[in-house]
């Protein structure tokens, strides 16, 4: 198994699909689609296998329909963390940092799902949901 995708409720997708693809990196999926009307939200990719789906808040009363799951928007998710290399890593946390956000949460060897990453940190997207970011190399 996998992990397909992990879905965050944004305030306003574009304004958050702007900042996952400008600020953090990731390519955008059916962006182009969302702003047409043609999808019902916008995606952006992490890896080959997986995206982080940006639904509105204002969509929560059709995905509660829809997966027949009452008050699903607010149920906590303390943070989702995209693995990069060391460049990437880098490059990442000058962006943010160039564009006023906060990444002082640094830690150390933390332990993620290849075991443990020498170094990682933690910042917010525009509607406050946590990311990680860390990297897996050693040199």
Do not use: Q
């Amino acid at each position: 198994m996998e992990l397909d995708h992990v879905v965050l409720w944004v305030a306003d997708p574009i304004a958050s699909l702007d900042f996952y693809v400008d600020l953090v990196g990731l390519a955008p999926v059916r962006g182009d689609e969302y702003r047409k009307g043609d999808a019902p939200f916008p995606s952006v990719r992490v890896a080959e296998g997986s995206i982080i789906d940006l639904t509105a808040l204002s969509d929560v009363p059709g995905v509660n329909e829809m997966t027949k799951v009452d008050n699903s928007a607010g149920h906590p998710v303390n943070h989702l963390c995209i693995a990069m290399s060391r460049n990437e890593y880098n490059d990442l946390a000058d962006r943010l940092e160039a564009h006023g956000v906060d990444t002082s949460a640094r830690r150390i060897e933390t332990y993620g799902a290849r075991a443990l990453a020498p170094e990682a940190f933690y910042f917010s997207d525009p509607d406050g949901n946590v990311i990680e970011a860390r990297h897996y190399d050693r040199s």
